[in-house]
């Protein structure tokens, strides 16, 4: 098997894997932090979806999330690509684009990638950094268990839901 991957890449012959990296630019590998739990703490309660949690609910958020620090460009999530984490911004900017069309701007607090944890469906737009970020990173297993876990967040995540499904409606109210 080996000599079977090394005739294939070191051949020059195109694979599949030599095709997905030539479509896009390799993207530096994000830097994880190891910040005490104080500063976690004092970061998650920065954050608006967990502004109304205690301490001990902080903690446990804090035992969920892990603290990654991104560089500009770096695309967060593609559209249409299989959700396996929501994010939250806590500092920095992204831009949201659907079908190469920027719908949006969004910045500390912002939440995303949750529609496709909570649906199962594919991603709905791309998510690109504008800037430098610092981003709470919950894999699905963990925002599971979080929005299990605490009724507080999981009613922040519907109210954030329903205000971008008003939003895209045109609601004129927004």
């Known amino acids: 098997m080996r000599q079977v991957l090394e005739d294939i890449h070191g051949s020059g012959r195109w694979s ?5 990296s030539m479509l896009r630019p390799p993207q530096s590998p994000p830097r994880c932090r190891a910040i005490a739990k104080d500063q976690k703490l004092e970061l998650l309660s920065g954050v608006p979806l967990f502004s109304a949690l205690g301490r001990g609910d902080l903690q446990r958020v804090g035992q969920l999330t892990d ?8 695309v ?3 559209e249409g690509q299989t959700g396996a984490e929501a ?3 806590v500092t920095g900017r992204a831009s949201v684009t ?5 719908i949006t701007e969004v910045g500390p607090g912002a939440v995303v990638g949750e529609m496709a944890l909570l649906s199962g469906r594919p991603r709905s737009a791309t998510v690109t950094l504008v800037t430098d970020a610092e981003v709470l990173v919950l894999a699905r297993r963990e925002f599971q268990a ?3 876990e605490m009724p507080a967040v999981r ?4 109210e954030t839901m329903a205000l971008r499904l ?4 045109g609601d004129p109210t927004m």
Do not use: E, W
Request: hydrophobic residues 60%.
């Open 67 to 74: 603290v990654l620090d991104y560089r500009a460009g770096r």
């Open 146 to 148: 979080l929005l299990n």
């Open 155 to 158: 009613a922040q995540v519907m």
């Open 16 to 20: 599949a894997s030599r095709s997905v």
């Open 87 to 89: 994010m939250i911004l």
């Open 76 to 78: 967060l999530m593609q």
């Open 98 to 102: 659907q079908a190469g069309k920027v």
């Open 166 to 169: 008003m939003a895209a409606l």
